[in-house]
């Protein structure tokens, strides 16, 4: 993601968000994409039987204690209490009885193609970093965010290295590196003006960090593009730049039109795709909920209007809170130290929480370092989330977002044995999950520090 103060002169940006998803087969929709994942077809007959002494299955509001988790294969054939769930004979035994087992973890707001925004960091990496290099990049943060915990993630789009997240997703499907399981944006789309690199002069032609379109027919044109290349999800920015008024109002300003974001979502719902909106508020944001996108990512402006048909239309927030925390000083010399897009976002967070709205865990990890995303939960909790409704958010409720309640999501029979473990209790202390001791992604251990 990368968000551009609005000011006199064009300044150094924020932070930019992008994602996208990409299907080996077909494209991942709304009806339930495909996963082609290499672990499907390896060690059918391998059984672990993992013993939890505390067991978070994605859907409930408590733990359940002394729990028997039967795997095969890459699948997930049992579940119950350790005194009726027998070990199948032959079974490998993980003792995790000092430990509390949740589904694996889901990051609905990721950035693999960026590692840091600091200090013309972004500018530098569209300008002086191929896209080979940074698709290695890519691959070292694939495995720093799956080694964290997170098992599946929406990449929200490569910020400017094309469809470089396409091959990443199906290498990650194919075994041939570690990573979470993926959807991808590739390019996300936006306006002339609406996007960095911003800044140069006229005369010098530099790359952008997401495909422009300036009409409806443009727009329509970029979605079947970036699905024929393997977009599993369209990512757009309804809003860009932003300011502060003298009082510390935030104004947000708009990029693509209604006309053009209806063409967008139109276009990707006929193809069975989502379509993910940056916004912070205003016009933008209203835009998106009226053309009817599938989720609103960042979202630190919400009205109570917008907020109310949000919860009519069904529509997800993802909200990045802890992204926001970490840049609170050019915000606070803009409005003479009034307020932040961090505490602007919190109050937006907090009303969202108490309509109901379904609330997707997501980050904005890559402007930050990945595999720190953990902390998210740590602000969610803080701004009035229960930890088990935080939880949830980024297992049951982030899968469906992502159409993939049927295979991920929650600890239940059939569905991949993604887990995690943490050594204490998470409904009691919520940063346990910023020390994952115990990863497994599809019956393969990643790390396992609980021995
Ligand atoms: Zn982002």
Redesign the pocket.
């Known amino acids: ?1 990368k968000h551009s103060r609005w000011i006199p002169r064009v300044l150094p940006l924020l932070i ?4 996208r998803p990409g299907a080996v087969n077909f494209a991942a929709g709304q009806f339930g994409p495909t996963v082609d994942d290499a672990s499907s077809q390896a060690d059918a007959s391998r059984v672990i039987a993992l013993r939890a002494g505390r067991l978070f299955d994605g859907k409930s509001d408590r733990l359940l204690e002394d729990q028997m988790v039967v795997i095969r294969g890459d699948r997930i054939a049992e579940v119950g209490p350790a005194a009726r769930v027998s070990i199948p004979a032959g079974a490998e035994v993980i003792d995790l009885r000092r430990a509390t087992v949740l589904p694996g973890l889901i990051d609905t ?1 990721t ?1 693999l193609f960026l590692t840091g925004e600091s200090a013309g960091r972004y500018d530098e990496q569209l300008l002086k970093e191929s896209w080979q290099y940074r698709t290695i990049e890519a691959v070292v943060n694939a495995r720093k965010d799956l080694e964290a915990g997170f098992t599946t993630m929406r990449d ?1 789009e490569t910020e400017g290295a094309m469809y470089s997240d396409v091959d990443v997703r199906n290498a990650i499907n194919r075994g041939l590196i570690p990573g979470p399981r993926l959807q991808v944006v590739t390019r996300a789309i936006s306006t002339t003006g609406g996007y960095p690199l911003e800044g140069y002069s006229p005369e010098v032609p530099v790359p952008s960090g997401a495909q422009i379109v300036d009409s409806p027919e443009e727009a329509r044109k970029a979605v079947r593009e970036q699905i024929k290349y393997g977009a599993d999800l369209i990512k757009i920015y309804s809003t860009h730049r932003f300011r502060f008024t003298p009082e510390g109002k935030l104004v947000s300003i708009p990029t693509l039109t209604l006309d053009e974001i209806r063409a967008i979502v139109d276009e990707a719902h006929r193809e069975e795709v989502k379509v993910a909106c940056h916004a912070y508020g205003g016009e933008g944001l209203r835009n998106c909920i009226e053309a009817g996108v599938d989720s609103i ?1 960042h979202g630190i402006d919400l009205d109570d209007a917008s907020i109310q048909r949000m919860v009519e239309k069904g529509i997800y927030f993802v909200p990045t809170l802890y992204a926001y925390e970490n840049e609170p000083e050019e915000d606070l010399r803009a409005t003479g130290g009034k307020t932040t897009r961090a505490r602007i976002h919190e109050n937006s967070f907090r009303r969202a929480l108490a309509s109901g709205v379904k609330i997707a865990f997501g980050t ?1 990890a890559g402007p930050f370092p990945h595999g720190t995303q953990a902390k998210e939960f740590e602000y969610m909790v803080r701004f009035g989330m229960t930890p088990a409704r935080a939880l949830r958010s980024a297992t049951s409720l982030a899968a469906e977002l992502m159409s993939w309640q049927d295979r991920i999501g929650s600890l239940e029979k059939g569905k991949f044995a993604d887990l995690v473990a943490v050594a204490g209790d998470p409904l009691a202390d919520i940063t346990e999950l910023e020390r994952v001791k115990f990863v497994m992604k599809g019956g393969r251990i990643v790390r396992n520090d609980m021995k």
């Open positions: 993601m930019v968000c992008l994602s707001h950035h929200l990512e904005d």
